[in-house]
């Protein structure tokens, strides 16, 4: 009885195993989605689909080690990424006057997208947890950056006609960029 019951308990878990993962899978036509961006406005991604790849990167908290690493090696990237015909878009659970913050403090030249509820990470199936509050310095003034999720670090490339090309869930913050690069030139090579 009890064997029967563990088998049926690990039959269970390898079921919903299964069907849990979710999000976007290679060569998934991503939807179409918008969220607040560091400056206010409301950046949507049918603005530029068509036109550029889409570099989506989702990272834990604006202004900690790894997060910022990653953000000033795209920030010193973008160059070859708007030669590859590249956009860089960095996403987090931030609210957005941390992400004006984060921008400021370490001239970022790419949009940071706001996604305090997790909306956009379930889209792409990017992992949360609870958020949090981070006290930073800038300037003199201590600031409380606020965030509703954490997510975790995961990096995306949508195509010019809007499906999933790449889909990184082992993300190193400092290679990211060099790595979403070379993908993106061996694939207009190959196309």
């Known amino acids: 009885m009890i064997k029967n019951l563990l088998k049926l308990t690990v039959l269970l878990t390898l079921f ?3 069907f849990a993962q979710s999000g976007l899978q290679l060569g998934d036509q991503v939807p179409a989605f ?9 950046w949507q991604s049918n ?7 889409l570099v989506v990167y989702f990272y834990p908290a604006a202004m900690t080690g790894g997060c910022t690493a990653q953000a000033c090696t795209y920030r010193d990237s973008q160059d070859e990424i708007a030669d590859a015909d590249a956009l860089v ?6 609210e957005v006057d941390g992400l004006a913050l984060f921008r400021e403090a370490h001239n ?4 940071l997208l706001s996604d305090p509820d997790g909306k956009l ?7 949360t947890r609870e958020g949090g509050t981070l006290s930073r310095e800038l300037a003199g003034e201590f600031h409380e950056l606020r965030r509703g999720v954490t997510a975790s670090r995961w990096t995306f490339v949508i195509g010019k006609d809007g499906k999933l090309l ?4 082992e993300v190193n913050p400092e290679q990211d960029p060099e790595q979403v690069l070379a993908f993106i030139k061996k694939h207009q090579a190959s196309s």
């Open 47 to 53: 603005d530029y689909l068509g036109e550029k790849y």
């Open 16 to 18: 919903t195993l299964a």
């Open 108 to 111: 970022l030249n790419f949009p």
């Open 166 to 169: 790449y889909k990184n869930e």
């Open 34 to 42: 918008s969220a607040p961006a560091d400056d206010g406005s409301t």
């Open 121 to 127: 990470a379930s889209m792409f199936g990017v992992p």
């Open 89 to 94: 878009i960095g996403i987090s659970g931030d």
